[in-house]
């Protein structure tokens, strides 16, 4: 039993910072103004209501001066982040998780449930050391090519990916930037920050039992909304003829057809292997690819790109024109992107080798397509016509100087980087040198993330643009602005007042209860105000709590964390379920249906096991 805790008298300061904090939160969910204005807003606000109603320290100053509200902007958790963005954004432009999802798909062993299983599992266990949003991205391809070769609809994995990702990220401290975020509050608080593993065992076993869920029950809750456009990066399924010469040591080399089908590109069709001055045609019964066979392929723009980006000489043309010295198409960085013969080109009338495409503007054809015409011959041969889109690959800047020619239009929409794959053994490297020395405490988290960071610059992988493009704005002012939400709540004495209010509330009940009401509390209203802003709002109020009740900050703190995590109940909670809500086709209520009653397991799951591995 516990005694009826003493209210803290309310004042002026604490209603003005409740009112700007559900302001604020109103303004984040309605969007009616960019989150980064709101942020900002939100600063500007407390900064000017503070210097006039100032808060005294004990000891004199202003405890919330303008210089203590932006100190968000320097707080650990930010920078380890935002570092920690451009570390994943290397591993992405090196095309290390793309390798690594390949070899997932080939452990299917053919059985379309085993191979969502072994999918989830290892995107589980990947989140659990990179954020999640680029986990998630690299993911959405692979799970629908798996949709699509075991025919399951898009909208049955797609959400089980996405809480896949965010139950791994429930695992480490640096798995979510929610978690870093909560580990940062506590330092502001004067409590001690977590360690790395610190909440490990219990996000585990939350982990496993989630997902346990998500394979029986969640593609049962989730109705099929598979719909004609059936993938979100893979274009509108124009198909592309292209051709490939395949050299020494090439995957192809050695291949027979089975069936007609050649299996190390399944999302290819083989069209014609031009071997000398011999051609075989379909079904290619009998015949084995052979080292400098010319291979005429048909196949979308996705599965062009998954093959160049695999093998970055196996779709060049081979024009033995003998100006192959200068292959600025090969190295650095590369781009891919879709150019039209305009008309009353000069171009038109004229096939590739005469007219020097690749010398002329530094840029090699890889494909042609021409209004769904079904052709056989090398593009190397076709003669040109108005209309005719070409996909060429190139450096950015060769790429971007096809605007200035008068004989193609450059479909500016159209343009994406190409993984670095040269980089994929220092990105890797960089990686596994951040996650050992932040794990084994070598460094502090933000140290050891700042240096992979400058690393992935230092060495290549990143350029200083794409680094400063994998940071995240709303991030950036999100975090400082949520801090100074916190900040106040604890200097106004309404973090106090609230759990004070939450201890009458639940007057008598005993520790292990008010602990499962508060997990269920901030799982609720993550999903409202996201769960980021939860994590940070909610972590005074936990040590709050604890203080009051002389228990563990510790188990309240990890309830903020896996609580705030659970915010899957709508698509605007967390950025992960925006991710997959167009390559699922979801609606707004599919997220309610399916993450409530994840929610309650993980919740449930919390209360039988958190009182107990604390102690309570």
Known sequence: MHETAQLAAPNLSMWVTFALIIGALGLYAVERFPAEVTSLGVLAVFMVYFHFQPIAFSGGGNAMSAERLVAGFANPALITVLALLVVGQGMVRAGVLERGARIVMAMGAGSGAFTIFVTLVVVLVISGFLNNIPVVVIFIPIMEAVARRFNISSSKVMMPLSFAAVLGGMTTIIGSGTNLLVSGALEELGEAPFSFFQFTVPGAVLAAVGLVFILLFVPKLTPDRAASAETLLSGDGRHYLAQMTVGAGSGPVGLTADHGVFGIFPDLTLRVIQRGDDAFLPPFEGVAIAENDVLVVAGTRAALADAVSHDPHLLVPDLNDGMESEARWQSGDRMLAEV?????SRMAGYNLRLIGFRHKFHCV???????????RTQITEIVLEEGDILLVQGRP?????????SDVILLEWSAEELPALDHAKRALSIFAVVIISAAAGLLPVMTAALMGAVAMVATGVLSIGMAARSLDTKIFTMIPAALAMGLAMQATGGAAWLAKGMINALQGAEPQVILS????LIAVLSNIISAKAAAVLFTPIAVGIARELNLPVEAFAVAVVFAANCAIATPIGYQTSLLVMGPGHYSFTDFARAGIPLILVLWVTFTLFAPW???L
Do not use: T
């Open 613 to 615: 591995y604390y102690g």
């Open 517 to 520: 009401a508060f997990f269920l």
């Open 397 to 405: 800047e060769d790429i971007k100087g096809l605007r200035r020619n």
């Open 365 to 375: 054809v890889l494909a042609v397509q021409r209004r769904s015409r079904m052709m």
């Open 340 to 344: 039209m013969v305009a008309p009353a």
